[in-house]
């Protein structure tokens, strides 16, 4: 399913000079079955008008089935279905009006998805730290914003590569994330923690074991010259 962002119109003066805009340029998308409550649209102007006591409403098109638009410029509700809604907003006070254009879209709930399912990192005290690996992060709704955290270990570090799931035709299916641990100190055993991915549109936080398993140092044995007992001469 592509995903368009609230688009903008220009602004359609209804009097010449009335001093009022609309500076909220695109909307958010929403998410079907879930609240839908981004800012108010911002409005600005009208100040030449006394009393100035804006208020806005719906002039053409149609919202989301489930969404409302109050006089002070906030949406509410919760949308029932996916599609693409083009509406016209109007703003007016006692004096002058004006309107614009918005499309605001309604999407299936984002879902991420992480691979691979385990992660195993094994280190020997005393040598270098093992090599980073790398997890996949993907999900429905492309140029997500995400954020990927270590749990339960303070050993284990993550770095996105963007933070955003790819962009509506890129030509990666996913975001690579460089995974790396640090065994300094750590006692002989097995470590055992978590990453998790989350972003505030998603239904889902899904998240992988990562095993980091230590091992004690080898130790070396250096060969002594034996004292060697013989005739003095």
Not at 29 to 56: D, F, W
Not at 64 to 88: K, N
Request: charged fraction near 20%; charge should be neutral.
């Amino acid at each position: 399913m592509k995903k368009i962002f609230g688009a903008v119109a220009a602004v359609l003066p209804m009097w010449a000079g009335s001093g009022i805009d609309i500076r909220t340029a695109s909307l958010p998308t929403a998410v079907v079955n879930h609240p839908y409550t981004p800012p108010a649209l911002a409005v600005i102007g009208g100040g030449g008008c006394v009393p100035n006591n804006l208020s806005l409403s719906l002039a053409a098109g149609r919202l989301p089935e489930g969404i409302d638009l109050s006089p002070a410029g906030f949406f509410s509700g919760t949308p029932v279905r996916e599609g693409v809604f083009a509406f016209t907003v109007r703003v007016a006070n006692d004096c002058a009006a004006v309107e614009r254009e918005f499309l605001l879209r309604v999407e299936g709930p984002a879902l991420l998805r992480l691979d691979p399912r385990e992660l195993v990192f094994c280190y020997r005290s005393g040598d270098p730290p093992p090599a980073p690996q790398t997890v996949q992060v993907s999900g429905t709704w492309p140029a997500q914003a995400y954020r990927i955290e270590p749990v339960d270990a303070p050993w284990l570090a993550a770095r996105p590569l963007r933070g955003r799931t790819p962009p509506e035709g890129s030509a990666m299916r996913h975001d690579p994330v460089e995974v790396s641990v640090d065994g300094s100190g750590l006692r002989p055993g097995e470590y055992r923690g978590w990453l998790r991915v989350e972003a505030w549109e998603a239904d889902n936080a899904p998240r992988i074991p990562v095993v980091l398993r230590v091992s004690a140092p080898v130790l070396v044995e250096i060969d002594r010259p034996s004292k060697r007992t013989g005739d003095i001469h």
